[in-house]
């Protein structure tokens, strides 16, 4: 689902190729488990007939540190919609699947994320140019040097942190308004869908391991039947074939599933976009009601008029009027003021508009990409089904007597 439409791409061949898991001592000295995914690149060049392609450059990295390497391009990238990270635990599973972050089965599906991951970035026309992301695939070293890269370049965005439900901004664009709406509104439709789709596959585990009984029961009994042994036993090795296939199936679905996910955690990204331009635009107002404060004190200080209830009229009441030079002095401070001010809100303004035609681009290619992945994992769920059904359709045509609806 990753074009090679970057340069990166066109002159590097990605992939995390395993997962090894390892026992060491973490920052607080204490023993662990984790588990490493190597990353292999090559130039991507095309091998001659009989030659024998380059040997790839390895590197082994911890999830941690694809986490640091999303964080990093989250805070300097903050117009861009940033690929998201496969889950760190699973998420609605259904009996068999386990919940363990070290279960082999989960550890293949992350490892396969984690690739995903990489070629997102790598194929984005942005973030693909970034230097940091390119040491991370290519800086051969024990891990602690390029983390330590990393945490040089991840500064403390206190302002993001500062934006709560305490203050919305007074003239919200409406574009970005439908844009968080419509993603808070297809994270509800994908969780909802993993969820419906979770219940789903414990029945359907449940009804297929029913006839793995039919297949044992057919088993012992063609043991005691002269004139249909024969028959008995294939019929209880078709049921165990049919029962056994269950697994291979759902093991299928689980693959469409982690699409739907991704795009489930690509929400997070797109409302973090929003939050941000909130955010810019929150301080564009801030500065220019600050400026008009300002020239509105100027214009009551010029023209000597003072509100009785302000905290410059208390005070000239208790003390009595200014002299001339003081107030040329404030005259003279406040017009500074004004400039600092005005040169303050247009480059707010400026900074406002650069973020929503760079964001509104970033956009405009995610609603691309969103709509050919999802139109691409639906079709083929749709035709992994229909496959499935034709298979119990026939089975269901020699056994009908056993079949269970």
């Not at 060049?45 to 540190?65: F, I, N, Q």
């Not at 302002?159 to 994270?187: C, G, H, I, W």
Request: hydrophobic content about 35%; proline content about 3%; some cysteine.
């Amino acid at each position: 689902m990753v074009e090679k439409g970057t340069a990166l791409l066109r002159k590097l061949e990605i992939n995390v190729a395993e997962a090894e898991k390892r026992t060491g001592k973490n920052t607080v000295n204490m023993q662990e488990t984790y588990t490493v995914y190597l990353i292999e690149i090559r130039p991507a060049e095309t091998v001659p007939e009989g030659g024998t392609p380059a040997a790839p450059d390895t590197l082994w990295r911890r999830y941690s540190e694809f986490e640091l390497l999303r964080t990093y391009l989250l805070v300097t990238y903050p117009y861009v919609i940033v690929p998201p990270l496969p889950e760190k635990r699973a998420e609605f599973v259904w009996h068999k699947l386990s919940a363990d972050n070290l279960d082999p089965d989960f550890v293949e599906r992350r490892r396969v994320g984690l690739e995903n991951f990489l070629l997102r970035v790598a194929s984005h026309p942005v973030l693909s140019n970034d230097k940091i992301f390119f040491l991370f695939l290519t800086e051969v070293s024990n891990g602690t040097h390029i983390t330590q890269r990393l945490c040089t370049h991840i500064y403390a965005d206190s302002r993001l942190k500062s934006l709560s439900a305490m203050f919305r901004v007074k003239n919200p664009d409406k574009r970005f308004t439908a844009l968080k709406q419509y993603s808070d509104e297809l994270n509800t439709v994908i969780s909802q869908l993993l969820r419906v789709r979770a219940r789903v596959a414990d029945r359907l585990y449940g009804v297929y391991k029913v006839h793995g009984n039919y297949g044992r029961v057919f088993s012992e009994w063609s043991a005691i039947e002269k004139e249909m042994g024969d028959g008995l036993q294939s019929a209880g090795h078709h049921m165990d074939t049919y029962a056994a296939s269950i697994d291979d199936i759902l093991e299928e679905e689980e693959h469409y599933a982690d699409e739907l996910k991704e795009y489930l955690f690509y929400t997070d990204a797109v409302r973090s976009v929003c939050r941000k331009h909130e955010l810019i635009q929150y301080e564009l107002e801030m500065a220019a009601q600050d400026l008009a404060h300002k020239k509105q004190q100027k214009e009551e200080l010029a023209t000597g008029t003072v509100r009785i209830f302000s905290l410059k009229g208390m005070t000239s009441k208790l003390f009595g009027q200014e002299s001339q030079e003081q107030r040329e002095s404030r005259l003279a401070a406040l017009e500074q003021s004004i400039q600092e001010g005005e040169h303050a809100v247009k480059e707010k303004n400026a900074e406002c508009q650069e973020f929503v035609r760079t964001a509104w681009e970033d956009i405009e290619h995610f609603k691309e990409q969103k709509d050919k992945d999802l139109r691409e994992a639906l079709i083929g769920y749709a035709i992994m089904q229909i496959s499935m059904c034709k298979k119990v359709r026939t089975f269901c045509c020699f056994f009908p007597q056993f079949v269970h609806v």
